[in-house]
């Protein structure tokens, strides 16, 4: 059962995160992190490294793009017991992440406001985080994915008990949930972007 060493923690809703990382850094576990998500976790006191220093390019593009790298990916999708992964990854100076704890823009929230502006919705379309998902998801069987605050508790639980790591029971599990979630979320973008078309017909 693979050992979670190294976590990456890029989240919007913030409920929970800083507990649930102060029980992963008491277990040894190193966190990545980006933007407003690396100073609530610092701010808490808790050592942080952030994913712009990993991988060596800045956020930019005011804030679109600071996860889409191939030290990020590779990290994910990476299968431990391919040799050729492993010598590739090696290759290019890349750490393997054991777990991606990610959720995404409040799209839904944001368009519900009164008076939104289309921009304002457009820039609340998550790139970053929905390929981070994905791609921790697609490797479910070397990596934990976590979309959902309220699976952080019975999570450091089960890792208390399997020595750091989660069983492949669990890790399935909430994989599924992932793609569950962002088949929810490009269906609400899809529905909105229909809905603005044929106001503007």
């Known amino acids: 059962m693979p050992k979670i060493k ?3 923690i890029s989240v919007s809703n913030k409920k929970g995160i800083v507990e649930f990382a102060k029980a992963l850094n008491s277990m040894g576990i190193e966190i990545l992190s ?3 998500t690396a100073k609530a976790l610092r701010d808490a006191g808790i050592p942080v490294k952030e994913v712009s220093e990993y991988t060596g390019f800045p956020e930019m593009l005011d804030g679109r793009l600071k996860t889409l ?7 994910l999708l990476s299968r431990r017991d391919n040799p050729k ?5 090696k290759k290019y100076g890349i750490g393997t992440i054991d777990m991606a704890v990610v959720n995404l ?9 009164p008076g ?10 998550d790139i970053g985080g929905p390929a981070m998902l994905r791609s921790a998801s697609k490797n479910f069987q070397d990596v934990a994915v976590i979309v959902d605050p309220s699976d952080y508790e019975k999570i450091i639980e089960e890792m208390k008990g399997l020595k750091g790591g989660l069983s492949h029971r669990t890790r399935l599990e909430l ?10 979320y490009d269906a609400a973008i899809s ?7 044929e106001e503007q017909k």
């Open 175 to 184: 994989a599924k949930k992932v793609f569950r979630h962002t088949s929810k």
């Open 69 to 75: 790298h191939p030290k990020v990916h590779g990290g």
């Open 105 to 113: 823009y409040p799209f839904e929230e944001t368009i519900s406001r």
């Open 85 to 89: 992964d492993m010598e590739e990854i």
């Open 191 to 197: 529905d909105y972007l229909t809905k603005v078309t």
């Open 6 to 8: 190294r976590a990456i």
């Open 116 to 125: 939104v502006t289309f921009a304002e919705a457009i820039e609340n379309i």
């Open 34 to 36: 980006t933007g407003g």
